[in-house]
Structure formats: C-alpha cells, structure tokens
C-alpha cells in the first residue's frame, strides 16, 4: 500500500517561499518517479515537477522552471519542493503522486497505464497572497 502524506503548505506573500514535503510510508521511493501536481478551482490539473529516483533525473513546469527546485532525502524517503518566488497564480492545492519506475510523470495520460499506476497523497493548500 503506497502512502504519499504532504506537509508544509500554508499562506504567503508574493515574492516569498515555502517548501513542501513528501513523505512515503509502506515502500521505498527508490524506484518511483515522485512528482508534484497542483489543481486550483475551474482549472485543471498541472504537473509542476517530478524527480526520478532511480537516477535523480528532475523535470520541471515552465511555470515553475527557475523558481522551484525538487530534491530528495533518501535517508527520510522525503521528497520536497522547494518553491521560491511565490506568485499569486502559484496558489492551488498541491499533490504528491508515486509512479513505480517512472521517469517524467509531469503529464500522467503519456505515462504507459495511465492513472490507474498513480498514487496520491491528500493535498495540501498553498495560498500566496498580499
């Protein structure tokens, strides 16, 4: 049973940071491709960044790309995001999602099984605002 739980959400002012947590319980995220979803409301779902495990290979949005990093902590089986230079577009509810033996997860209908191999966390609210 795979079990993605995220932490360290919250509000913040543009211009600001926050990190993200992804803890994994129930297996070892070194062979899962980790990636980071977010979805606020009337818009779809946008894949932010995913990391490779296998290789620490890491994928980003252009949205995001240059102001979010992705990292891992093998030692903690964590993976975090570290989004820097908040906006307030960047408000949404983020997701962590686990891909066995993925590689960039950032679009889930290209992955080989689609959705039905995704496993997801809760969400957890990001709010970037004056």
């Known amino acids: 049973q795979v079990q993605l739980v995220e932490s360290g959400g919250g509000s913040v002012q543009p211009g600001g940071s926050l990190r993200l947590s992804c803890a994994a319980s129930?297996?070892?995220?070194?062979?899962?491709?980790i990636g980071w979803f977010r979805q606020s409301p009337g818009k779809e779902r946008e894949g932010v960044s995913c990391i490779n495990n296998s290789n620490a290979k890491t994928y980003y949005a252009d949205s995001v790309s240059g102001r979010f990093i992705i990292s891992r902590d093998k030692t903690k089986n964590t993976v975090y995001l570290q989004m820097n230079s908040l906006r307030p577009e960047d408000t949404a509810v983020y997701y962590c999602?686990?891909?066995?033996?993925?590689?960039?997860?950032?679009?889930?209908?290209?992955?080989?099984?689609?959705?039905?191999?995704?496993?997801w966390g809760q969400g957890i609210q990001v709010t970037v605002a004056s």
């Open positions: 129930e297996f070892t995220m070194d062979y899962y491709a």
């Open positions: 999602a686990a891909v066995p033996f993925g590689d960039n997860i950032l679009r889930i209908e290209k992955i080989p099984g689609g959705s039905k191999v995704v496993s």
